[in-house]
């Protein structure tokens, strides 16, 4: 219940959200408190959110036909941009060794 009334509210506010997979979205949310299951379990024991009830419902859906495989392909997407922001920040690292080269020659 507490997933679809979230989807509602996330649609009614924003109508482009049909497009957003909630795999990615949860993966993205476990990726932003580093996997961190001390913090789940803050969210989860909370009194302040219904994050219980979220997570009852994630699970379910997890549990639907393409719910395995929607999620496995939201952590490969995940995977994915991370390869790639470190292959930039490699690539910005090895421009910034060049110009330090060319200003101490």
């Known amino acids: 219940k507490c997933l679809k009334i979230q989807t509602m509210k996330l649609e009614a506010l924003f109508p482009l959200s049909k497009t957003v997979e909630i ?23 909370s009194n302040e959110t219904d994050f219980d009830h979220f997570l009852v419902d994630y699970f379910q859906s997890l549990l639907n036909d393409s719910g395995k495989e929607r999620f496995k392909s939201a952590c490969q997407e995940r995977d994915a941009m991370k390869k790639k922001e470190k292959v930039a920040e490699r690539s910005k690292g090895d421009a910034k060794k060049e110009v330090e080269s060319i200003e101490i020659a």
């Open 23 to 45: 795999h990615s979205l949860f993966v993205q949310f476990l990726s932003s408190i580093s996997f961190d299951c001390s913090m789940l379990v803050d969210f989860v024991i």
